[in-house]
């Protein structure tokens, strides 16, 4: 049979109605709400996959994450916004609800130098327990005879910029912070059973790019994850954006019974209509 034929057949096959009332069920079934589609996972390119409590403006809907979790995306990279300063965000454990994030400067910068402390007032993070302070000197009038950090390029023969761990150590060593034009904190993350031997070893920026860990606490989204949801929040509450439509908290809120009825009612509507079609083409009575 040709397509012609096909289509203008006055007696439609009943493979043909089959293929329609099946592809019908499957897009309907296929059809999924589409806040559960919009909040589907993002990346920037490079790094995580970026979603709740995370969302990124550019690519993704406000009620996909909190107001203030703001991601945006820079040379495919995740970037966090701290008091001014780029971090870019290396990994995020949604299992436990911490990042990592690292100074986005020393990837590009030819003299990565942080000229801010990281004040998380007014974010809704907190610092990690593995948080220790690197504490960077600039434009020191001495260098010290104690473990340092050297920040060759931002030093010349008389004015020395420097970093170290625990700077109270510094000053018991009767060196002071003002002996310097400035100094900031930054934090870095040094876990318990850290050789201390290979810390000493490394340089500056390969501190820095062990980055520092952050973590934050939101509604609860195991469950609704667990039930193949996607948390967001509107109207200042916690959503849980499933398939169908958005549930409270999990998609297996006991309501499923009620879409095998919706979907077997669907079936017989389209079938019933297929039916009525037929016989008018066919001019049974
Ligand atoms: C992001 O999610 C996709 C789909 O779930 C997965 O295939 C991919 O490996 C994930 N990427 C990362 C970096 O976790
Ligand atoms: C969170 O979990 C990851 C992976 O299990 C781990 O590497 C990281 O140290 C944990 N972070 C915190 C802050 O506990
Ligand atoms: C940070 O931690 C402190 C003490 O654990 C807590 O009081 C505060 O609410 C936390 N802040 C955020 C934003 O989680
Ligand atoms: C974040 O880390 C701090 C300090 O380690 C801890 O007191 C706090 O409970 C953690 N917050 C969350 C939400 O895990
Ligand atoms: C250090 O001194 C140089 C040269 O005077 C100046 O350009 C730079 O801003 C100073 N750095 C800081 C952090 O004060
Ligand atoms: C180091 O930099 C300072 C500030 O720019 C300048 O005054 C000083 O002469 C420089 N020292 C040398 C040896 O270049
Ligand atoms: C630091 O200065 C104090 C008092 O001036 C002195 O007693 C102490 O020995 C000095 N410490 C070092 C490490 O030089
Ligand atoms: C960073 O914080 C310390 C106190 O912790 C302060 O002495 C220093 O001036 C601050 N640096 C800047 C650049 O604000
Ligand atoms: C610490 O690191 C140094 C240099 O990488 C290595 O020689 C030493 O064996 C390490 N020590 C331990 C206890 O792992
Ligand atoms: C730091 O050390 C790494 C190798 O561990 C090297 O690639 C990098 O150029 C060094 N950076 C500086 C500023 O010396």
């Known amino acids: 049979m040709d397509l012609q034929n096909f289509f203008m057949s006055p007696k439609p096959s009943l493979t043909y109605i089959s293929f329609i009332i099946f592809t019908s069920l499957v897009n309907y079934i296929l059809s999924l709400d589409p806040k559960f589609q919009a909040c589907a996972p993002h990346t920037c390119g490079d790094g995580p996959n ?13 009620f996909c994450g909190y107001p203030n979790f703001i991601i945006i995306c820079k040379d495919k990279n995740p ?19 911490s990042f990592l994030v690292a100074y986005a400067a020393i990837y590009k910068d030819i003299c990565p ?16 327990l593995y948080r220790s302070d690197f504490s960077i000197f600039y434009n020191y009038t001495s260098k010290p005879n104690y473990p340092i950090y050297d920040l060759v390029c931002a030093s010349n ?4 910029s420097f970093a170290v761990f625990h700077k109270e150590a510094l000053e018991l060593h009767n060196y002071s912070s003002d002996w310097c034009q400035s100094f900031v904190d930054v934090p870095v993350d040094v876990h ?15 501190v820095l790019k062990m980055g520092f860990s952050l973590n934050w606490s939101a509604h609860d989204y195991n469950s ?33 019974e009620r879409n095998y009825l919706i979907i077997i009612e669907k079936f017989l509507q389209i079938f019933l209509m297929f039916l009525l079609e037929s016989r008018q083409i066919t001019g049974k009575p």
């Open 79 to 97: 970037v966090l916004i701290i008091t001014n300063d780029d971090y870019i965000i290396k990994d995020i454990f949604y299992s436990n609800q």
């Open 157 to 160: 023969s008389t004015l020395h």
């Open 192 to 206: 318990n059973g850290v050789n201390f031997t290979s810390l000493l070893l490394m340089n500056y920026t390969d």
């Open 224 to 256: 609704c994850e667990k039930s193949n949801g996607r948390c967001g929040f509107k109207n200042n509450e916690f959503v849980c954006f499933c398939g169908d439509r958005p549930h409270l908290e999990t998609c297996d809120d006991g309501n499923s």
């Open 50 to 62: 970026i979603s709740y409590p995370f969302w990124i403006p550019q690519e993704q809907e406000p």
């Open 113 to 128: 130098a942080p000229l801010h402390n990281v004040s998380l007032d007014h974010t809704p993070y907190n610092f990690s």
